[in-house]
T-cell receptor, first 115, second 109 residues
Framework: DAGVIQSPRHEVTEMGQEVTLRCKPI?????LFWYRQTMMRGLELLIY????????DSGMPEDRFSAKMPNASFSTLKIQPSEPRDSAVYFC?????????????FGNGTRLTVT | GQSLEQPSEVTAVEGAIVQINCTYQ??????LSWYQQHDGGAPTFLSY????GLEETGRFSSFLSRSDSYGYLLLQELQMKDSASYFC??????????FGQGTELSVKP
C-alpha cells in the first residue's frame, strides 16, 4: 500500500501564476478530501468527493480555486490566479468509505509559497 | 455550522499522563475523531468515538460525552515521541470531517 501520493512536495510561484496540485488516493478508497493548513486557520476542509463526484465544495475560498476528480485514482486542485494569501500546506486525504467511521489517510502535503 | 475548541499547548513530563480536552458546538454529528501530526507532516488517525464513553487503544484512550458536548484524548506513559500536535475532529452530517485548531503537546524529559 503506497499511501496517498501528492505532488509536488513543494511549490514556489509568483503571484498571478496558475498552480496545480495533484493527488493519487489509496486504491479502493472512494472518498477524497482536500484540506488546507495554515497557522492562523488550522486544517480547513476545502472540498470532498465521493465516488469521483464533488459532494461539498463550500470550503473552497473563492472562484480562483477549482478541484476535479476525473477518475478514482487522480484528483487535482487548481488555483488560478494565485495570491500570496494562498500560501499554505495543502493536504489530500482518502478514506475507504464515505462516512463517519472511516479513518482518513493523509498524503504528505504540498507546501505552496506564493511570492 | 460546527466549531471545536481545544487548548493550544500542553506540556507534560515523560512517563506521565496527559489529557487533551475538546469542546464542540454542532447541530448534529456522527462521532468525534482524534488525529496526530508530527512536525507538519501527514496527520494520522488515532481514535474514533461514535458513542458516549471511553475507547482504549494501547496507551491512548478517547472519551466522548454528547450531553456535555465534550471529549478528550488521554495519553498514558508519555514518551518523547508523543510530542506532536493533536487534533479533535467532528464527523458532521453530510460526511464532512471538521478539525479543531490542534493542541501542541510537548513532552519533557
Amino acid at each position: 500500500d503506497a499511501g496517498v501520493i501528492q505532488s509536488p512536495r513543494h511549490e514556489v510561484t509568483e503571484m498571478g501564476q496558475e498552480v496545480t496540485l495533484r493527488c493519487k488516493p489509496i486504491s479502493g478508497h472512494n472518498s477524497l478530501f482536500w484540506y488546507r493548513q495554515t497557522m492562523m486557520r488550522g486544517l480547513e476542509l476545502l472540498i470532498y468527493f465521493n465516488n469521483n463526484v464533488p459532494i461539498d465544495d463550500s470550503g473552497m475560498p473563492e472562484d480562483r480555486f477549482s478541484a476535479k476528480m476525473p477518475n478514482a485514482s487522480f484528483s487535482t486542485l487548481k488555483i488560478q490566479p494565485s495570491e500570496p494569501r494562498d500560501s499554505a500546506v495543502y493536504f489530500c486525504a482518502s478514506s475507504l468509505e464515505s462516512g463517519y467511521n472511516s479513518p482518513l489517510h493523509f498524503g504528505n502535503g504540498t507546501r505552496l509559497t506564493v511570492t | 455550522g460546527q466549531s471545536l475548541e481545544q487548548p493550544s499547548e500542553v506540556t507534560a513530563v515523560e512517563g506521565a499522563i496527559v489529557q487533551i480536552n475538546c469542546t464542540y458546538q454542532t447541530s448534529g454529528f456522527y462521532g468525534l475523531s482524534w488525529y496526530q501530526q508530527h512536525d507538519g507532516g501527514a496527520p494520522t488517525f488515532l481514535s474514533y468515538n461514535a458513542l458516549d464513553g471511553l475507547e482504549e487503544t494501547g496507551r491512548f484512550s478517547s472519551f466522548l460525552s454528547r450531553s456535555d458536548s465534550y471529549g478528550y484524548l488521554l495519553l498514558q506513559e508519555l514518551q518523547m515521541k508523543d510530542s506532536a500536535s493533536y487534533f479533535c475532529a467532528l464527523w458532521g452530517v453530510g460526511g464532512k470531517l471538521i478539525f479543531g485548531q490542534g493542541t501542541e503537546l510537548s513532552v519533557k524529559p
